[in-house]
């Protein structure tokens, strides 16, 4: 009766260490996916911030209680919706929409956290997105971004912005800033 009982429990403290474990990943290739070659696109446009009158597009949600002391802003959020355009002028033909936020985050200059979906509305893109993550400094004139993925046509992209202000919205409440994007994507 012992080598019986002796057996069970052997056999039971057996069969934990010989399954085969559970796992939460599994390796693809690519190509399964119906990935093919991968291309560089170029994207040229105009992004508008209109931060005043009844059709604003940024809008401020947030702000600590020095940002109005500030001389960099540091606190404030904003969200936006800026359309995007082919040409400077706001009443061109419109390819997309900037939705996200920034948030003021430098004490020393006006420096912004940007985080942006570039929704593209026309085309061949249309229905996909670019997500820009990253620093945006805004005195030096071109300022340089990551693209740090995207949906839809720009699953698994990578890459950068480059903005430089057109115009700034200091008298008008419209700031209009010139983008080239640069993205990898399959």
Do not use: C, W
Not at 83 to 90: A, D, G, H, K, Y
């Amino acid at each position: 009766m012992d080598s019986i009982f002796f057996m069970i429990l052997l056999f039971s403290l057996l069969i934990p260490a010989t399954a085969k474990p559970e796992t939460f990943s599994t390796r693809l290739s690519p190509s399964e996916l119906g990935f093919k070659k991968e291309k560089l696109t170029h994207f040229h446009f105009y992004f508008h911030d209109i931060a005043t009158g009844p059709n604003a597009t940024a809008v401020r949600v947030a702000e600590a209680a020095m940002t109005n002391k500030s001389s960099t802003f540091f606190g404030a959020v904003v969200v936006i919706d800026n359309p995007l355009t082919i040409s400077p002028e706001i009443n061109s033909t419109v390819v997309g929409r900037a939705e996200g936020f920034f948030a003021a985050a430098s004490q020393s200059e006006i420096a912004f956290a940007m985080v942006v979906n570039f929704a593209f509305t026309k085309g061949k893109y249309k229905g996909s997105n670019l997500s820009l993550l990253g620093r945006n400094v805004i005195h030096p004139g071109v300022r340089e971004m990551p693209i740090v993925g995207g949906s839809g046509i720009f699953r698994y992209s990578r890459g950068y912005a480059l903005a430089k202000t057109y115009t700034s919205g200091s008298n008008t409440g419209h700031a209009i800033i010139e983008y080239n994007v640069y993205v990898f994507h399959y």
